[in-house]
Structure formats: structure tokens, C-alpha cells
């Protein structure tokens, strides 16, 4: 179970990635994480994190964790939910240490030289003390001169990309209803997710999972000056994909911080 702040302001408790982690490779298949690793180990290499311990937090189903291991890293895969793990250690390598952690409350065992955060999970942190709290948990363990990379969808990508409409996908053995709505005023974006999921097969029967997911729209320079108040060191923010500076038109940024020496 976990804790979130919907777009009312309300605390809530519910259990996300439950009914969904099983069918969630099925139906995140039109992300291209091949592209999306590529960037990252660019990145990675980039800022001189070519070998060592690298952690990734809300790592899902280990798709990007699995990829990095193959690149030669030492990964450790960090998730709140526990059935996402479970698909991720059927798919990652037995080398791959995986974690149910929360990561406003990351407990390593010891310090990492990089950590990374991919496919928006930075947004479900929906209020900035806890998101600089996880920046904090984040240089207590990251080795000095240790690279933190993240990404965050953008206000731009939730109210003019996304918005308020429903989404349907229908596959041979499971059907996801996506209702989604942006709250302006608090910049939250919530969805309901209903999948319908198939238990049984020889009888034509589906299980159904209903789960809110809240997710906050962040500035650039809340998320920067979070980064600065948390003692890390912000280094450069990029238009996704790109190493170009974000625009109004972008819905993805990625942010690139350091654990200096001197702190």
C-alpha cells in the first residue's frame, strides 16, 4: 500500500501496480526502451560513469534495469510495488539485487556511483518536500562526484498532450480502461486505471483491478531548486532525447545532478 495526495488535496491509501503489473510489459509496449537505454548509457558515459554500482529507483518491471546490466553495471532495481518486482526477477538476471523500497525512505547498503529514474516515476512524488527529501536520500547514498539522471514529464505533456479523455486498449487476454484528468490548480494528474485481466481461461473468465495513480506537473525550476536545496549539484537539464534545452513544446525532461566532493 502506498500513500498519495490526489487532485484535491486529499491523502489517500491504495495499492498501484497491483492488478497492472502483470500486464504492464503487454501494454507499455510502444515504448521504446532500446532508444530510451541508449540515451541513458550516453548520458551515463557521458559524465564518467562507465563501470560500478548504479540504482535504479521506480525500476517497474526492470526493463531499463535488465538493459543496464547488460551495458556491465552493477544494478540494483528499487520499486514500491512489490508485483512489479516480481516480474522484473523473472526477467533480470539473478546478479540484478531488487529492492521494495519506498524511495522517500531509501535505505542502501551502501553508496552507488550513479542512480537514475526513468519513465516519469519522479512525478508521482506530488509534494516538493518529500520529492527534496528524495533528492536528500539520494546524495546520502550516491559516492562523491556520483551522477544522479531523472527524468519528469512535463505541464505542457499532462494538460495539452494527455488531458481529460479516456483511452482504451483491448488485447487477446486483458482490456485497460485509462480515464485520465489534469487538476490545473494543484498541476496533478490523475488516471484511473480498470484492467480486466484473464484468470481463466477455460471458462472465459476475467479478473478486474481498478487503480488511481496521481502524478504532479513540476517547473524546471522547482524541480532545479529542489535539486540545490538537497546539496546536489544540478548540471544540465535537457530537452528528452536530446541535449537540447527544454522548450514549451517539450513533455519530457531529463535532469543530471552530482554529489560533489566538498559537501
Known amino acids: 500500500m502506498a500513500e498519495w495526495r490526489d487532485g484535491r488535496g486529499m491523502e489517500e491509501e491504495f495499492e498501484i501496480y ?14 521504446p526502451y532500446d532508444e530510451w537505454h541508449l540515451y541513458l548509457h550516453e548520458l551515463l558515459t557521458e559524465y564518467g560513469v562507465t563501470s560500478g554500482i548504479v540504482a535504479e529507483l521506480a525500476c517497474g518491471t526492470g526493463s531499463m534495469t535488465c538493459r543496464l546490466a547488460e551495458d556491465g553495471y552493477d544494478m540494483i532495481g528499487i520499486d514500491i510495488s512489490e508485483d512489479m518486482l516480481e516480474v522484473a526477477r523473472n526477467k533480470c ?22 542512480m ?16 527534496k527529501k528524495v533528492f536528500k536520500n539520494v546524495k ?4 562523491y562526484d556520483g551522477i544522479f539522471i531523472f527524468d519528469m514529464k512535463t505541464e505542457h505533456f499532462y494538460k495539452d498532450v494527455l488531458g481529460e479523455r479516456v483511452i482504451a486498449d483491448n488485447r487477446e487476454n486483458a482490456s485497460i480502461i485509462w480515464d485520465n484528468k489534469f487538476h490545473e490548480d494543484t498541476r496533478i494528474n490523475e488516471y484511473l486505471l480498470t484492467i480486466y485481466n484473464l484468470e481463466d ?15 504532479k506537473a513540476y517547473s524546471i525550476e522547482e ?4 535539486i540545490e536545496e538537497a ?8 530537452n528528452a532525447f536530446t541535449k537540447d534545452e ?14 560533489e566532493k566538498s559537501d
Request: with cysteine; glycine share 6%; hydrophobic share 40%.
Open 223 to 226: 524541480v532545479s531548486s529542489l
Open 116 to 131: 537514475v529514474c526513468v519513465c516519469d516515476g519522479m512525478n508521482y512524488i506530488t509534494e516538493g518536500e518529500e520529492l
Open 201 to 215: 481461461e477455460e471458462n472465459d473468465l476475467f479478473a478486474r483491478y481498478d487503480e488511481m495513480h496521481y502524478q
Open 18 to 31: 497491483a492488478g497492472f503489473a502483470e500486464v504492464y510489459d503487454e501494454f507499455m509496449d510502444n515504448i
Open 246 to 259: 527544454p522548450d514549451k513544446d517539450s513533455e519530457r525532461v531529463y535532469f543530471v545532478a552530482k554529489r
Open 140 to 143: 546520502t547514498f550516491l559516492d
Open 231 to 238: 546539496g546536489l549539484k544540478l548540471l544540465n537539464v535537457y
Open 93 to 114: 538476471d539473478s546478479d540484478v539485487l531488487l529492492l521494495q523500497q519506498d524511495m522517500r525512505e531509501l535505505d542502501l547498503y551502501g553508496t552507488a556511483a550513479a
